[in-house]
Nanobody, 124 residues
Framework: EVQLVESGGGLVQAGGSLRLSCAVS????????IGWFRQGPGREREGVSC????????YYADSVKGRFTVSRDNAKNTVTLQMNSLKPEDTAEYYC?????????????????WGQGTQVTVSS
């Protein structure tokens, strides 16, 4: 069974940094893209970032470009989201998910397995 487990969330002041990790198990990790999504209170889940393995392509939402960096370690089956210059509007539950595609994708319906989420709270 495919499992994804997020870690690294927490409370941070505006301008601070957090590093989220996604540990992935039980499938050929390097065959599919892995994405990060977030869902704030009263908001729809939105794509934050995604990384492919086949061509190294990445995707970033406009709201996080220049502040967030996604990377993957195929030897350890992990994907990391480094978040810098955090803003209060980044506050949300963050999820990692496995894409059904090899390329980097951004839509919720393009993902078939999800982690349980990790909370990120940015205080002003």
């Amino acid at each position: 069974e495919v499992q994804l487990v997020e870690s690294g969330g927490g409370l941070v002041q505006a301008g601070g940094s957090l590093r989220l990790s996604c540990a992935v198990s039980e499938f050929t990790f390097d065959d599919y893209a892995i994405g990060w999504f977030r869902q704030g209170p009263g908001r729809e889940r939105e794509g934050v970032s995604c990384i492919s393995n086949s061509d190294g392509s990445t995707y970033y939402a406009d709201s996080v470009k220049g502040r967030f960096t996604v990377s993957r370690d195929n030897a350890k089956n992990t994907v990391t989201l480094q978040m810098n210059s955090l803003k209060p509007e980044d506050t949300a539950e963050y999820y990692c998910a496995k894409s059904i595609f090899i390329r980097a994708t951004r839509e919720v319906y393009e993902y078939d397995y999800w982690g349980q989420g990790t909370q990120v709270t940015v205080s002003s």
